[in-house]
């Protein structure tokens, strides 16, 4: 059983000035029936091009796109059964908020009672009740988000599509919004695509999140999956923050690895596939995953480098005896006291949280 | 190529679209392509035979090929550098100089823009002409004659007529070089000279640039003042006319035509393609004519000398034009008398309801035309576009007595025979004015978030629902403005229309000329400030419609 959406080897090129720029490279991916995926990259990555060109509003070069099972690859935007919810919004201004949410009804011709009734039904979903005959421009921020989300909602489509839907909102708004978007989502059963370049609320508001960079699908996991276990060094890096050291692979067995490194401390690590003996690998210790002591104590000792302090956190740079540094968080640090640049401490490291990558 | 391919694909699964990209292709191709290519194939050959005579002539320097063109490469290259030159000042006194009555100044130099060019040939025979207010009191107290027929009354007249536009081409430019660029010359201790000619004149040289370009295609192009007072000084537009209408010569029409539409789109190509590139103007969104004149004093007094004078000398020549109306016989009774109203009310009245009629009609489809082609090209990416915008925009580099003969020549005979018709003027108004309304429709379907539109689509609109409800709309006091523009501009057309009326659809503007062919200037003042009078009630009008529309809340283009 295909999913509902299915991408297969999409690919779309942006000629300028001569140039021509991969957007998309070969893109292959499947979205369940009722899931919300979440494409995520930095800016220029590709997403929002495999999102317009799922919309329609882009042309493929190559590829195929199927929504539920039907292969819509050549149909402009008003033949396919999807409905986005822009990043600008796209409000009709010279429309209601009635007539806007209502205007994809009538274009399907649905009755004049039961055009009413749903629109009316949708704007109580989104608490936007009592506004339908508000002009878009009399309204805040916050409301115009939810009269194009109300207004991709009536239509229901077969896939919903956001691109950025929350970046003009401010920050509280933001997850305020996202919660609801979810909510919304999950109760409706809506397959749907979401486009942001904010890794927190992607972690958030999705059921997988497939990671994007220059065009190409770095890895596509639960928000857990990507997190513990990044394919390669970019999602690892882009996904939270990471330090990598270089280590060595000195045993392995059916769930355990030893792995070494540089210093000479040797760490015992949950299994990594493919990982044997002798191999050179390279260690994500994301900087949560370590524990700050007094010298002497831990694994290894190491000096502060630099110290910056956020309220809930202290994060520090440490130099390691043999030259590589090692970025670390510290909760509470009011209770632990903040360190200072040239002290000493000694660290222990987590080792369930140690994930390897290949060199 | 197979990306190529997918593209038709899609908008095969548009078919409102395809057949809108398909009609409009065939209208332009009939009514724009068409006629120019007759132009271009009767220059070569005669009663079918392949002769390239003409040509021939023209480059070995026949007179009366050859004298044509110089005489209207002379004319334009003076009014282009006077118009400039006098466009840059009435800029520079309003955006940089403040000086008092700017508004004014500025609301008199507009008017030549909407009244008919030829109006200013008009007013300069009832001024200086042989039996001219001027040219009367000059011999009578002075006993000095002259003769304004030739080069000086084509120079006169034309800068009269053309020098509004580079006044509005360098108003923008001014008005968009930033001013801390200024401030920071003087601050670093140059003198507002030296800040002028180092700074602001270097930074309008695009603007400087386009202008001249811009006025010397208008002056080659300009018909109406050369066949009021060229005298013995004859420019390629009336040699075409002549030849066609007066020695039925088609082959030597054609090839002058060809002659004339060489520079023309050329100056054309060079303004669209290279100078739009040059500009150094970075749009800060600061308020730029607002803070104190940067000029010293007496360069103020200077500038606002220059300007009242010209403004003065514009009001003088409307002015003589309607004073000119209400006289028995210009220059031989003087006295005063409504007959000339009476007589283009009775007479005339048939004219001015055609030109009325065909204006509108051609302003209704031109202007749906125009908006529609300005929405696929900024649009809908589609193949076929980029030829769509070329052949939609190619009128604009073709000289109206052109586009006549190329109607002429192609709407003759059968199968499409249109010659006498009102549909033949209708759609020669369309194919040259449609340009301007696809040019401003692009500009503002620029401002419109593209967003809004694909809404439309990705809820279920085809290419008709979305245009009709969503597009226009928005864009509709834009439009109407536009239209407005283009009603203006066909009731004050001549130089095409002039080949194709008939006697059952004869219009003001050519019933205005024969008025001045036969000496009966009072007549073709009349006429002359009726049209003036019909054009600015359209503009106004259009004023008071785009205002109140806005009011109820249109300005919001979603961005």
């Not at chain 2, 070329?390 to 010659?419: D, E």
């Not at chain 2, 401003?440 to 694909?454: F, K, S, T, Y």
């Amino acid at each position: 059983m295909p999913g509902e959406l299915v991408l297969s080897g999409l690919t779309k090129t942006f000629r300028s000035r001569g140039d021509v720029v991969v957007a998309v490279d070969n893109l292959d991916l499947e979205v369940e029936k009722g899931e919300l995926v979440t494409l995520l990259g930095p800016s220029g990555c590709g997403k929002t091009t495999t999102l317009r060109l799922i919309g329609g509003f882009e042309i493929p070069d190559s590829g195929k796109v199927y929504i539920g099972g039907r292969d819509v690859t050549d149909l402009p935007p008003q033949r396919r059964n999807t409905a986005t919810v822009f990043q600008s919004y796209g409000l009709f201004p010279h429309m209601t908020v009635f007539e806007n949410v209502a205007f994809g009804l009538k274009v399907r011709r649905l009755p004049r009672a039961e055009t009413r009734r749903r629109v009316l039904e949708v704007l109580k979903l989104v608490n936007l009740e009592g506004l339908e005959r508000r002009y878009p421009r009399e309204l805040s921020g916050g409301q115009q988000q939810r009269v194009a989300l109300a207004r991709a909602l009536v239509v229901e489509p077969q896939v919903l599509l956001f691109d950025e839907p929350l970046s003009n909102l401010d920050a509280k708004l933001r997850v305020e919004t996202r919660e609801q978007i979810r909510k919304l989502q999950k109760e409706l059963g809506i397959t749907s695509v979401y486009v942001t370049h904010d890794q927190a609320e992607a972690m958030a508001i999705s059921d997988r999140i497939a990671v994007m960079n220059e065009g190409k699908l770095q890895q596509i996991g639960p928000p857990y999956e990507i997190y513990a276990h990044p394919a390669n060094r970019f999602v690892a890096d882009f996904i939270g923050r990471a330090n990598f050291l270089t280590v060595k692979v000195v045993e392995a067995e059916d769930n355990r690895l030893e792995i070494e490194l540089k210093g000479g401390v040797r760490l015992e690590i949950p299994r990594v596939e493919g990982f044997t003996p002798g191999m050179q690998a390279v260690a994500v210790i994301r900087p949560e995953a370590v524990d700050v002591l007094q010298e002497g104590e831990g694994d290894v000792t190491a000096t502060v480098v630099f110290g910056h302090y956020t309220g809930s956190l202290a994060t520090y740079k440490l130099a390691l005896p043999w030259g590589e540094t090692l970025e670390v968080e510290v909760l509470s640090p009011q209770e632990k006291g903040f360190l200072s640049e040239g002290e000493k401490v000694g660290i222990r490291f987590h080792r369930q949280s140690i994930h390897l990558l290949f060199e | 190529m197979r990306a190529r391919f997918r593209q038709l694909k899609f908008l095969f699964h548009d078919p409102a679209l395809l057949l809108v990209v398909l009609l409009i292709l065939g209208f332009l191709g009939l009514f724009v392509v068409l006629p120019l290519f007759k132009v271009l194939q009767n220059s070569f050959y005669y009663k079918g035979v392949f002769t390239p005579q003409y040509f021939l002539e023209f480059f070995s320097g026949h007179r009366y090929v050859i004298r044509p063109f110089l005489n209207s490469l002379i004319v334009a290259v003076l009014v282009a550098g006077l118009s400039t030159l006098l466009g840059f000042i009435f800029a520079f006194a309003d955006v940089r100089a403040n000086i008092p009555g700017r508004r004014v100044f500025r609301w008199i130099a507009t008017l030549p823009i909407i009244s008919p060019p030829f109006i200013m040939a008009l007013a300069a025979i009832l001024l200086l002409g042989h039996n001219g207010l001027i040219t009367f009191f000059m011999r009578k107290y002075f006993g000095i004659s002259w003769n304004i027929y030739g080069l000086p009354g084509l120079i006169l007249t034309e800068t009269f007529a053309f020098f509004p536009l580079s006044f509005l081409i360098m108003e923008g430019v001014l008005g968009n070089i930033d001013p801390a660029l200024e401030e920071s010359a003087l601050d670093l201790g140059a003198s507002k000279l030296r800040t002028f000619l180092r700074v602001t004149l270097p930074l309008a040289t695009p603007g400087i640039a386009g202008s001249l370009l811009l006025v010397f295609t208008r002056s080659l192009e300009d018909f109406g003042n050369p066949i009021i007072i060229q005298g013995r000084f004859p420019v390629l537009t009336t040699q075409i006319y002549l030849a066609i209408t007066g020695m039925y010569d088609v082959p030597l029409g054609a090839t002058l035509s060809i002659v004339l539409l060489v520079p023309t789109v050329l100056a054309f190509v060079v303004q669209r393609y290279w100078l739009s590139r040059k500009s150094y103007i970075s749009v800060t969104g600061r308020p730029s004519t607002a803070g104190p004149p940067r000029v010293s004093s007496g360069a103020r007094w200077f500038l606002f000398g220059t300007v009242f004078i010209l403004s003065s000398f514009i009001l003088l020549f409307y002015g003589m034009v309607i004073f000119g109306s209400f006289t028995k016989l210009w220059g031989i009774d003087n006295s005063l008398t409504l007959d000339n109203y009476r007589y283009v009310f009775t007479v005339g009245i048939q004219y001015l309801s055609n030109s009325l009629k065909l204006a509108a009609i051609a302003t209704g489809i031109g202007g749906l035309l125009g908006i529609t082609v300005a929405y696929i090209v900024t649009r809908k990416r589609i193949m076929l576009q980029g030829l769509m915008d070329f052949l939609a925009m190619v009128n604009f580099a073709v000289p109206g007595i052109v586009i006549g003969i190329g109607y002429i020549l192609a709407f003759n005979t059968p199968p499409i025979q249109l010659t006498g018709t009102a549909a033949i003027i209708i759609l020669i108004f369309i194919s040259q004015r449609m340009p301007v309304v696809v040019r401003d429709g692009v500009a503002m379907l620029q401002q419109l978030d593209p967003v809004i539109d694909e809404a439309s689509s990705d809820l279920g609109a085809g290419f008709f629902r979305t245009f009709t409800r969503i597009v226009l709309p928005l864009v509709s006091p834009a439009l109407i403005a536009g239209m407005a523009y283009m009603f203006a501009a066909c009731i004050t057309s001549i130089s095409a229309v002039v080949m194709v009326v008939s006697p059952k659809w004869y219009l003001v503007t050519v019933a205005l000329l024969s008025q001045v062919d036969i000496g009966a200037l009072s007549i073709a003042a009349a006429y002359g400030t009726v049209i003036i009078l019909v054009v600015l009630g359209a503009i106004i009008s259009m004023d008071i419609v785009v205002k109140s529309l806005l009011q109820r809340g249109f300005s919001r283009l979603g961005k």
